[in-house]
């Protein structure tokens, strides 16, 4: 079955760039290809008081390097997430109603926290995930938002195998100056 694909949100555009992303950050093949499945995550600062956000890190990466990042995860920190996602009802409602096509709107999707329902507007940081081929997003995958207080939720449930597998991915592709590894060291990286 052919996925129903739409135009990518410019919320999923790189920070700095009015283009969609056009190589996997691991592997660098070409994203622009409709053969090829990616992923892309964004971690934003959010200082509320001024209304301004500030992307942390930002990446697509191909579904077969998400593959194999996902095999570096350890066995007990997988089946804590997936009971941890299976445990929130409201989240699993809306993953089916979306897949039904009959969930939110993407614009309200991508406003709220998918596990709390807190605005990103009142959140301090937030991650967004979503999955795509080529310039195109998969309208039948749901894009999700995950607010600081699901991370540190997350955060709480990993084995300290995988956090260090986490932080390891991050320093190796994003590094970056100390405020903001220490901002985001432990929090967990999905894809």
Request: aromatic share 10%.
């Amino acid at each position: 079955m052919q996925p129903n694909l739409i135009d990518i949100p410019l919320a999923f555009y790189p920070f700095e760039s009015s283009k969609p992303f056009s190589e996997c950050m691991v592997c660098g093949i070409n994203l622009s290809l409709d053969t090829v499945d990616y992923f892309i995550e964004k971690a934003i600062k959010n200082n509320i008081e001024y209304q301004i956000e500030d992307v942390v890190f930002e990446y697509a990466i191909c579904s077969s390097c998400a593959q194999n990042m996902q095999q570096s995860i350890s066995k007990q920190s997988m089946e804590n997430m997936q009971a941890f996602f299976a445990n929130h009802h409201q989240f699993m409602s809306k993953i089916q109603a979306h897949q039904q096509g009959q969930g939110e709107p993407l614009e309200e999707l991508l406003s709220k926290c998918s596990l709390h329902n807190e605005p990103i507007i009142a959140m301090s940081e937030y991650m967004m995930f979503g999955h795509f081929r080529g310039d195109k997003m998969i309208s039948t995958t749901m894009p999700y938002i995950l607010g600081g207080k699901a991370m540190d939720e997350l955060s709480e449930i990993m084995s300290n195998e995988t956090i260090d597998e986490m932080n390891r991915f991050k320093n190796e592709y994003f590094g970056g100056p100390m405020e903001l590894e220490d901002l985001w060291k432990g929090k967990p990286v999905f894809l």
